[in-house]
């Protein structure tokens, strides 16, 4: 089962997805801000990370940047997931080591066709 | 073009900042209206979907008009 790590602050949001995700057979971690998640990825090792960037504490931008200069994290695929549309926040995602990006309100099939892209479709 | 979008003082009554709030509800409305559609499907209860189908139809509405309108937040 591909465990993923989603970092999320928004309880509705990360509810949701959550749920949304373990009907599609995901073994989902939760963490609520920016410094959770990094502590989380270093110790669960997740397949694939799903990063808000706006989060407290340490923002998504930070998260990244910290997990991706890590030996032991930065193989880790990391998705941004962010409220804003605008091409130049994709720009800053990437530029930060993210290996790819949405934008909510999430399209749950583009999603995880992106998810599927980074770490395989689950059989 | 709608007619608020032709509006520029439109931009002045919705600022950026309120149109990425609104994306957040919205990502929950969309997102738990499609959940809910899956698990009454499963659960035997098709009668009450097209209820489910319109919440959702009517926030993809409100997506659509804020991408419309709003493509520079």
Same mark, same amino acid.
């Given at each position: 089962?591909?465990?993923?790590l989603?970092? *999320?602050?928004?309880?509705?949001?990360?509810?949701?997805? $959550?749920?949304?995700?373990?009907?599609?057979?995901?073994?989902?971690?939760? /963490?609520?801000?920016?410094?959770e998640?990094?502590?989380?990825?270093?110790? *669960?090792?997740?397949?694939?990370?799903?990063?808000?960037? $706006?989060?407290?504490?340490?923002?998504?931008? *930070?998260?990244?940047?910290? @997990?991706?200069? /890590?030996? *032991?994290?930065?193989?880790?695929?990391?998705?941004? @997931?962010?409220?804003? /549309?605008m091409?130049?926040?994709?720009?800053?995602?990437?530029?930060a080591?993210?290996?790819?990006?949405?934008?909510?309100?999430i399209?749950?099939?583009?999603? !995880?066709?992106?998810?599927d892209?980074?770490?395989? /479709? !689950? $059989? | 073009? %709608?007619e608020? &979008? #032709?509006?520029?003082? &439109?931009?002045?009554?919705?600022? =950026?900042?309120?149109?990425?709030?609104?994306? #957040?509800?919205?990502?929950?409305?969309? +997102?738990? #209206?499609?959940?809910l559609?899956?698990? %009454?499907?499963? &659960? +035997?209860?098709?009668?009450?979907?097209?209820?489910?189908?319109?919440i959702?139809?009517? +926030?993809?509405?409100?997506?659509a008009?804020m991408?419309?309108?709003?493509q #520079? =937040?």
């Amino acid at each position: 089962m591909r465990r993923i790590l989603l970092v *999320e602050d928004n309880e509705m949001n990360r509810d949701m997805l $959550s749920r949304r995700l373990q009907r599609r057979g995901y073994d989902v971690m939760i /963490a609520v801000d920016g410094q959770e998640g990094v502590r989380m990825a270093q110790e *669960e090792s997740p397949d694939l990370i799903l990063m808000d960037m $706006s989060l407290p504490l340490i923002d998504g931008w *930070e998260a990244t940047r910290t @997990l991706k200069t /890590a030996v *032991e994290t930065k193989m880790i695929p990391i998705i941004a @997931l962010t409220a804003h /549309a605008m091409s130049t926040d994709r720009d800053k995602a990437l530029a930060a080591g993210c290996d790819d990006y949405d934008t909510k309100p999430i399209e749950l099939t583009r999603l !995880l066709g992106k998810m599927d892209a980074l770490i395989g /479709a !689950l $059989s | 073009m %709608t007619e608020i &979008a #032709s509006d520029e003082s &439109a931009q002045h009554v919705l600022p =950026c900042g309120l149109v990425h709030d609104l994306r #957040s509800p919205l990502n929950a409305i969309l +997102g738990y #209206s499609e959940l809910l559609i899956e698990q %009454t499907h499963d &659960a +035997g209860h098709d009668e009450f979907i097209p209820h489910l189908e319109k919440i959702r139809a009517a +926030g993809q509405q409100l997506l659509a008009i804020m991408e419309e309108n709003f493509q #520079s =937040c």
